[in-house]
């Protein structure tokens, strides 16, 4: 069976105590409250990561990762912080490829195809997100961009690589927007990434894949999500800075 997932991305947000007293408010309410098998992972800013992993021990629920990191092992890369140094201070996971970086900061897949192939050099697990803007879905593109993320950030990899990694699908068009992609959209999408995995890799490896969906995921509309078939959790912006919503989405899974 493969792991359910449900991840925080706190972006840039909260200063440092603000993040401590968050995350020990989610923890708490994870112990007490989760009685299920699945995974709760908060990426917070770098500042938090070191104190989050220091808070969680204990905690066999709770995961920490990092919201990104460089293409290179180490250099004259002012400002940049690699693979080594997340791993370092204890934490297991790092998003990859997400939208905002890939808008913002011009991300493509061959540099995420690079960053990958350093987290996992690394024994970092990869939260490597995809997804199509409103102009791609609208011109009937997005099955075309999803394969072309998929085949040239992380299909290189060989197949004991590829299955540390998690997949998060961002209708970009859903994320900040207060558009939820329907529930029938996001399975769509989502049973197609397991089709493309299942060509690639084989039929085990794309049933054993976790598939997130992040997209304006609350805690209203994740339990119709979450029942879908192919969908194994979410990559969680805006709630997961709030410790009750956070929670919350994460008890979804407990049934």
């Not at 995974?39 to 800013?45: D, K, L, N, R, T």
């Not at 808008?103 to 690394?122: I, P, S």
């Not at 995809?130 to 990899?157: D, Y």
């Not at 039929?203 to 994740?222: D, F, H, M, R, W």
Request: proline share 2%; with cysteine.
């Amino acid at each position: 069976m493969r792991k359910k997932i449900v991840a925080g991305n706190w972006k840039m947000n909260l200063d440092y105590n603000e993040g401590l007293s968050l995350f020990s408010e989610m923890i708490n309410m994870i112990r007490d409250e989760v009685t299920g098998k699945q995974e709760a992972v908060v990426c917070s800013p770098f500042i938090h990561l070191h104190s989050l992993v220091q808070l969680s021990k204990g905690y066999d629920k709770v995961s920490v990762g990092a919201q990104n990191a460089y293409q290179a092992e180490s250099g004259a890369y002012t400002g940049e912080i690699s693979a080594k140094m997340i791993k370092s201070v204890g934490a297991e996971y790092v998003i990859l490829g997400h939208s905002e970086r890939r808008q913002y900061f011009g991300e493509t897949n061959d540099l995420l195809a690079k960053k990958t192939d350093v987290a996992l050099k690394n024994d970092l697990k990869p939260i490597f997100c995809i997804g199509e803007t409103l102009q791609e879905r609208e011109a009937n593109q997005h099955f075309g961009i999803i394969k072309s993320q998929l085949q040239e950030g992380v299909f290189h990899l060989e197949e004991d690589q590829f299955v540390k990694l998690v997949i998060a699908y961002e209708p970009v068009w859903a994320i900040g927007t207060g558009v939820t992609a329907s529930s029938d959209q996001a399975q769509e999408i989502h049973a197609f990434i397991r089709i493309e995995i299942a060509a690639k890799y084989g039929q085990e490896v794309a049933n054993n894949t976790t598939i997130l969906y992040g997209g304006s995921c609350n805690p209203k509309n994740a339990p119709e999500l979450f029942a879908q078939p192919d969908i194994d959790g979410g990559l969680i912006g805006g709630a997961s800075l709030k410790s009750r919503d956070f929670v919350d989405i994460v008890k979804v899974f407990n049934q």
